[in-house]
């Protein structure tokens, strides 16, 4: 499928004027990362939608009309910017585990996603041995791969069981993924439209709440940063992080901590709510509703507050509640066997790059401009709702790449033009620079990356 046409489906779910879709124009052609999928399309599609519908909304705060330019493979790179992150000229410390990922059992094949302690020491457990390569390997060679995720998954822990993309369509869980859309974008209440004014950047003035950790929604947050939002990111000093995840997304935004688990916090968070146009978060269903915070509370708190969720496996069926990231998803939908036997490898091959993560994170940036452009014109309480796993099987609708891996796989020497510098809290970044252009207002992050908590949680004046 052409960029073009990708993009255009996404634009018309969305309820976006066609007029705008001449607005945008794509440059080259996959493959730009060595896959047999079409990263570069994918990435290339979701960057222009968030960027295309910030032109838009420029172009309705007495900006020109909307003009941007995305190339596949600059869109790529960005795909990869935690790759490509430097601290003070070195490279950050590795974001995986010692014992994280794939491994054989009896029957198959499952992949451990323990870069949080406590999914981590949970393996550790259920297996009984140490922390390991070659003692979690032993263990695991003595399990089904079926029984293991069963019992690992009633545990609470993150982890995958192999399957090919024919296992997957066919269980409940791929099964109820085909009901869903990629975007889903869903008018739940009224409230009064609440106009644009003018402004030089398409998100000027508007407030975004970040309750989210990893890759996909802090990449949300990142680009609403970037297009000039105030972006308020929510964290505590007990939840486990990934450091260099933190310091690339980190980027333009504001950070502060709130433990929910005090009465004190969850005031200031509801004051924030308050004032907020976007409340961001990524949390499994229900973890939120415990502590008063709920998609229903947060309207109540704020009219035409526009609700963003981020899962793993989507909203319905028998794994909405499932913990899950970007590599694990991969394993469970079918990605890495299809990965392998289009590379003729025995063993299960990942994409070259967190795509389901970071698309997921652009398209629910789209989705947040969209609602927040609807909310302006017709007015309206609007909830938005991307998955992981949905992500995937609209990267699969994007069709085969012939001859992928015979595309170079780019080191950071290959792509130092789209590099920049920039100083932060935890000292001089090189950084990935965003892929999309758009003439009329650049995107950039005016608020350098800081340590987790070193802002007050409160909205700048």
Known sequence: MTPEAALAEIWREAGLPEAALGGITFHGSDPVLPSSFAIGTAAAVSIGAEALAASLMLARRGGPVPEVRVALRDAAIEFRSERYLRVNGAVPPDLWD??????????????????????RDGVLRLLG???????????LAGWEAEIFDREATKAGLAVARLRSFDAWDASPEGTALTRQPLVSLTRVGDAPAMPLLLAARPLAGLRVLDLTRVIA????????????????????????????LVIDT???????????????????LRELVRSADVFLQSYRPGALDHYGFSAEEVARLRPGLIHATLSAYGFGGPWAGRRGFDSLVQTASGFNQAEAEAAGEATPKPLPAQALDHASGHLLAFGIIAALLRRASEGGLFRVRVSLARTGLWLRSLGRVRDGFACPDPAFSDIADRLEETDSGFGRLTVVRPAAEIPASPLRHDRPAMTLGAHPARWPN
Request: glycine residues 8%; charged residues 25%.
């Open 98 to 119: 010692a014992i994280a990922g794939l491994y054989r059992t009896k029957d198959g094949w499952v992949r451990l996603h323990t870069n949080f302690p406590h999914h």
């Open 217 to 244: 929604g802090p990449v949300a947050g990142r680009v609403l940063a970037a297009h000039g939002a105030d972006v308020l990111a929510i964290s505590a000093p007990h939840l486990p992080q990934m450091a260099p």
């Open 129 to 139: 041995c140490a922390h390991e390569r070659e003692a979690v390997a032993r263990a």
């Open 250 to 268: 980190g980027r333009g935004k504001l950070s502060a901590f709130l433990d929910l688990r005090e009465e004190k916090a969850r005031k200031t």
